[in-house]
């Protein structure tokens, strides 16, 4: 080790997380709502090695009702089951990558149902609402987690697990682009079992139908700059039910990866109006420092947190109400109190 590379955090004790795994007698496994494939994909790999084990276990997410089509080509996806079969009363739930309760979205009442609650996660504003909660804020992706888990298990991560830990720490640190070496490490070992990480990322990240190109090009040509805003500038969209026709949440959800690369704004938005209420909108927040290794960046999961989400740092995300104007209103006071006093 050479002086500058930084002392490592001291990580995050797995082993409650493994006894309480071992005692289990059966699992179910609760995915956020709009599963990603950090959250699948920790279900998926527990899943797998619980079956293994020869413990029966489950993996389930609220809404929507079908597994997004980017994420059926995960191993593990026949434990899958439809939120209606989750018993009210389980043994032991394990929750992967919920911040919150609010997260499980409709499944949170089968928390009060269950034996034990394990909650792993790695999102800084985790509310640590399990009886067990094994939360590493510097793990970059849940997968990471599962992962330190499975080795402290003596769990074998074989060719089929280690997809899905890959699609979680792939997707998590945007194909490499943050996350310490750490993640570099993991990925080495995951890509050692055989595993196409090239197939997998183009599937999980770099695949949309053709009526994505068109839904861009309404959406970011209403792209808004506000350049003082929180002392860091501000660039934001909106994402109208009518913008998105049928297209998948997959193309939705990339809007923000595009905003995020503003030059002038420290801060970007996305605000996507949900199926459900013109009303009600999901709203994504990244921010980004001012130079490289600045670490100055805007603490998005802070903002977040004030107008009732959470997250990390850099890209958080909450759930609210209004018109579009109240919508960046709020934001901006969440932003920056004092000029919007
Ligand atoms: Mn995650």
């Known amino acids: 080790m050479t002086a500058e590379i930084p002392a490592e955090v001291p990580a995050v004790d797995v082993s409650v997380a493994v006894s309480t795994l071992a005692a289990a007698r059966s699992v179910t496994v609760l995915c956020h709502v709009q599963p990603d494939a950090d959250t699948l994909g920790s279900g998926l790999a527990l899943a ?11 993996v389930s997410f609220a809404e929507p009702a079908e597994l997004p089509a980017s994420m059926r ?32 979205g409709a499944l949170a009442d089968r928390l009060a149902g269950a034996g034990t609650v394990l ?15 094994v939360i590493d804020e510097n793990a970059a992706s849940t997968t990471t987690l599962v992962a330190r888990i499975l080795d402290a298990w003596g769990e074998p991560i074989d060719r089929d697990v280690a997809h899905c830990l890959y ?9 490499f682009r943050w996350g310490g070496s750490g993640s570099h490490a993991l990925a080495e070992r995951l890509l050692a079992t055989g595993i196409d990480g090239g197939g997998i990322t183009r599937f999980l990240m770099d695949t949309h ?19 003082e805003i929180g002392g860091a500038g501000l660039v934001y969209v909106f994402v109208r039910r009518e913008d998105v026709g049928g297209l998948r949440s997959e ?11 503003t030059a002038e704004a420290g801060v970007a938005a996305v605000f996507k109006q949900t199926r459900s209420s013109s009303n009600t909108w999901t709203v994504s927040l990244r921010s980004r420092d001012t130079g490289i290794g600045t670490g100055d960046g805007v ?39 004092v000029a919007a006093s």
């Open 48 to 58: 797998q090695v619980l079956h293994r084990r020869g413990v029966p276990v489950r």
């Open 119 to 133: 909650v792993l996660d790695h999102h800084r504003s985790n509310t640590r609402f399990g009886t067990v909660n």
């Open 251 to 261: 193309e939705v959800e990339s809007v923000i990866d595009i905003i995020r690369t």
């Open 167 to 175: 699609a979680g720490l792939v997707t998590d640190t945007g194909s």
């Open 299 to 337: 603490d998005v999961a802070r903002v977040a947190g004030l107008l009732g989400g959470g997250g990390h740092r850099y890209a958080s995300g909450y759930t609210t109400t209004g018109t579009p104007d109240d919508l960046v209103a709020a934001l901006v006071r969440a932003l920056d109190p």
């Open 73 to 104: 080509s995960l191993p593990g996806v026949e434990h899958v089951v439809p939120a209606g079969e989750v018993p009210a009363e389980v043994d032991l739930l394990v929750t992967v990558d919920c911040g919150s309760r609010g997260r499980l």
């Open 209 to 227: 139908p053709f009526g994505w190109l068109p839904m861009l090009s309404r959406v970011l040509g209403s792209a808004r700059l506000l350049p």
